[in-house]
């Protein structure tokens, strides 16, 4: 009972440190894989179909479905989740550390150019995660490249070589490789955009979505402070909000004094009768 608790604790630490987009991406394709395999879910369901995706009433779900799903968990689904969970992780601990919108970001690139793709019957394939374990397994290999990994403990290689094992493992279990190639291809394409034209060529077309507006544009708005001077001589510092120059809004008329307000009409009013009066 001690060892299964601690085998227990021991799992339950793994998949909790595991970063947060690849736990959940893994954790997905886990329940769809043993769903289909004890029959609890069918795989025409939720697989990628062209005539079904493109038609004049599209299933965009499948899109979706496909994405998260290896097909029923077997041998070589499993050694596709571990390629995967091996470059995800370090790719999230490293070239995408704190940055998940980043990583969605290059998830929804690759799932929109594998879409388009299977449009081609060369590359059309039932579940679209298959072309999405070789892209971040590319990216892997040229951002670890020095890494020193071992396949069950019988064949030891660089990270670097990592593309070259998996695509070799998958033809000799039969599979077809071509989806695993534009994988590898789409993962190089990503790679040369997002790293290698912004240091030669100083184009920066891949950045991260904007979802606050504030840390967009900081000086949408500007503070500026205005000194008001009372009828007793004492000055009063305050604080508005000045809208861009060419914007006009509900709130971009000129900030409102003490001289715009009754009290301040008042009080001159006050001044001129005792001046009158003395």
């Given at each position: 009972m001690a060892q299964e608790q601690s085998l227990?604790?021991?799992?339950?630490?793994?998949?909790?440190?595991?970063?947060?987009?690849?736990?959940?991406?893994?954790?997905?394709?886990?329940?769809?894989?043993?769903?289909?395999?004890?029959?609890?879910?069918?795989?025409?369901?939720?697989?990628?179909?062209?005539?079904?995706?493109?038609?004049?009433?599209?299933?965009?779900?499948?899109?979706?479905?496909?994405s998260i799903c290896l097909g029923a968990l077997t041998f070589s689904t499993v050694m596709d989740m571990y390629f995967l969970y091996i470059s995800m992780s370090n790719?999230?601990?490293?070239?995408?550390?704190?940055?998940?919108?980043?990583?969605?970001?290059?998830?929804?690139?690759?799932?929109?150019?594998?879409?388009?793709f299977g449009l081609m019957p060369m590359f059309a394939t039932p579940w679209l995660a298959i072309p999405i374990s070789s892209f971040f397994l590319m990216?892997?290999?040229?951002?670890?490249?020095?890494?020193?990994?071992?396949?069950?403990?019988?064949?030891?290689?660089?990270?670097?070589?990592?593309?070259?094992?998996?695509?070799t493992l998958s033809f000799l279990m039969g599979e077809p490789i071509a989806v695993t190639l534009l994988g590898f291809l789409v993962g190089y394409a990503y790679h040369y955009v997002d790293t290698?034209?912004?240091?030669?060529?100083?184009?920066n077309i891949l950045h991260k979505p904007r979802l606050w507006i504030g840390a967009t544009?900081?000086?949408?708005?500007?503070?500026s402070r205005v000194r008001h001077t009372t009828p007793g001589g004492f000055e009063?510092?305050?604080?508005?909000?000045?809208?861009?120059?060419?914007?006009?809004?509900?709130?971009?008329?000129?900030?409102?004094?003490?001289?715009?307000?009754?009290f301040g009409r008042n009080a001159e009013q006050r001044q001129r009768q005792e001046k009158k009066t003395e």
């Open positions: 227990g604790a021991k799992i339950k630490q793994f998949y909790f440190a595991c970063p947060i987009v690849t736990r959940v991406f893994l954790t997905s394709l886990l329940v769809t894989g043993l769903a289909i395999r004890v029959g609890y879910l069918r795989p025409g369901s939720i697989a990628f179909v062209n005539s079904l995706v493109f038609s004049t009433r599209p299933e965009v779900y499948r899109v979706l479905t496909s790719l999230e601990r490293g070239k995408w550390f704190n940055k998940p919108r980043d990583m969605l970001l290059a998830i929804g690139l690759a799932v929109l150019t594998f879409t388009l990216l892997f290999s040229i951002d670890h490249s020095e890494i020193q990994m071992s396949f069950m403990g019988i064949l030891t290689y660089r990270s670097r070589y990592a593309p070259l094992v998996h695509v290698v034209l912004p240091k030669t060529h100083g184009m544009a900081p000086n949408r708005m500007q503070r009063v510092t305050s604080s508005h909000k000045q809208a861009p120059v060419g914007r006009l809004n509900a709130f971009s008329g000129r900030p409102r004094t003490l001289k715009d307000t009754g």
